[in-house]
């Protein structure tokens, strides 16, 4: 299996750009989360997912959005890409909730110069 | 909502000495816990986690957790280290609600190993 799978690996952006940095799990998790890591600062939560069809914002969901159309995928998109949103990008999937452990993608490296 | 605290952004030990990483929560309702370990350049995996009964866990690599309710710790101990547990360690905690949807996670202690 592979797991959690994330595309792209490293991507530089401009200012203004859009991207969208997908995410796909193969265990049919229902939970999946996009994480933010920042040096010093931890992980930071995004926005999460329960099920296909429904989203919820996580502590730092402003710049981004989310879809969940499939059990499979949970791609987040930027639209107007900032300075600010420089980061490692990480997905993760869990069984029906955190008490079971998350299974992390190897992260997406993202720089807005 | 919770917090987690890492008290040490940095702990340098030699190999074969053990290691204490200290990780210290805050919740208003019961709660389990995590640790979480991140080589360089990966994702996290996760070392070991308490959700009931036993206070001592136990978790891959030889690490182990004990979780103290009067106190508010979940410290994470190895008796000797090596050389490949060189790693960031985060310490993460959810609310025990029975769907305990998400995690949060402390801002990591980075543990470097040298001989």
């Known amino acids: 299996n592979a797991g959690v799978t994330q595309t792209p690996k490293f991507r530089i952006l401009k200012i203004g750009q859009s991207m969208t940095l997908q995410c796909a799990q193969d265990?049919?998790?229902?939970?999946m989360y996009w994480y933010r890591q920042d040096p010093g600062m931890g992980l930071k939560l995004i926005y999460y997912?329960?099920?296909?069809?429904?989203?919820d914002k996580g502590e730092v969901p402003n710049g981004y959005n989310v879809s969940r159309s499939t059990t499979e995928d949970f791609p987040l998109r930027l639209e107007l890409a900032a300075p600010s949103q420089t980061s490692v990008y990480f997905c993760?999937?869990?069984?029906?909730?955190?008490?079971?452990?998350?299974?992390f993608g190897s992260g997406t490296r993202l720089t807005v110069v | 909502a919770q917090s987690v605290t890492q008290l040490d952004s940095q702990v340098p030990v030699f190999e074969e000495a053990p290691v204490e990483l200290r990780c210290n929560y805050s919740?208003?309702?019961?709660?389990?816990l995590f640790w979480y370990v991140q080589y360089p350049n990966q994702g996290l995996q996760l070392l070991l986690k308490?959700?009931?009964?036993?206070?001592l866990v136990k978790g891959i690599n030889g690490f182990e957790a004990e979780f103290n309710k009067s106190q508010t710790s979940f410290h994470l101990r190895k008796p000797s280290v090596h050389i490949s547990d060189t790693a960031e360690y985060f310490c993460a905690v959810s609310l025990n609600t029975g769907t305990a949807s998400k995690l949060t996670f402390g801002t990591g202690t980075r543990l470097q190993v040298t001989l």
């Open positions: 308490y959700l009931s009964g036993s206070t």
């Open positions: 919740s208003s309702v019961s709660v389990y």
């Open positions: 993760a999937s869990s069984w029906t909730g955190a008490n079971y452990g998350y299974t």
């Open positions: 997912s329960v099920g296909a069809g429904i989203t």
């Open positions: 265990m049919n998790h229902n939970y």
